[in-house]
């Protein structure tokens, strides 16, 4: 497994309650960055949180914080997550009519962009974009709760994405999140992740420090 993967845990699988707490907790624990799920209830059956959340834990960690929006019409939003403290926004292709946009939006804010695409989009949806992206999130789930299971063939589609980040845009990250575990981190990061999302895996593990650390290697 390549050494210099990231892992960014997922404060989805956090304790709600005691938020800011999980939050300092992971960089003592050796997170590299923090992941935000951020859902609207419409674009995904779920609903979690918003700005308010993100700008109160912003100074309880100097972790790189990662919002993934899985909201609809994303545009509307990506400046005041930007304003929130989040370091980098993605959102989803499915999302947003006006990609660019949205990307020249979180650019503006002199923030790092990311798009998204769920298990059954076609990865080449991507081209037109990859030169404006820092970092490309693959779903290996559907998105909306965590504690699912990998979905197969999902190595399959990183790999697709890798060659061609390689090809159009060598400086974009690309970033697995979905049943991310330490049975198949190794597998997933030979594929072509540089970021491992990692959820239930990390929060509701016996050991918190152990799990990051078995991910790692």
Not at 17 to 33: H, I, P, S
Not at 51 to 67: G, H, T
Not at 72 to 79: I, L, N, S
Request: with cysteine; aromatic share 8%; proline share 5%.
């Amino acid at each position: 497994m390549k050494s210099n993967v990231l892992i960014a845990p997922s404060i989805l699988s956090g304790n709600f309650a005691d938020m800011g707490g999980e939050v300092k907790q992971m960089k003592d624990l050796g997170a590299d960055w923090i992941h935000i799920d951020v859902m609207d209830g419409v674009f995904v059956p779920n609903i979690t949180f918003g700005f308010k959340m993100i700008k109160d834990i912003r100074p309880l960690s100097p972790l790189f914080f990662d919002a993934h929006l899985m909201i609809t019409e994303p545009k509307r939003y990506v400046e005041r997550f930007c304003d929130s403290g989040a370091d980098l926004v993605s959102f989803h292709f499915e999302a947003e009519k006006d990609i660019s946009g949205a990307l020249e939006l979180i650019k503006g804010k002199g923030k790092k962009c990311g798009l998204a695409i769920n298990p059954d989009t076609d990865p080449d949806v991507l081209i037109p974009y990859v030169g404006e992206l820092d970092l490309i999130l693959v779903m290996s789930v559907f998105p909306g709760f965590g504690g699912q299971s990998f979905i197969e063939g999902s190595l399959e589609r990183i790999e697709r994405v890798k060659k061609m980040r390689d090809e159009l845009a060598p400086t974009a990250v690309i970033e697995v999140d979905g049943g991310v575990n330490a049975v198949n981190a190794a597998s997933i990061a030979r594929s072509g992740a540089d970021v491992l999302v990692a959820g239930s895996s990390v929060f509701g593990a016996s050991d918190r420090r152990e799990a990051i650390t078995a991910l790692k290697k």
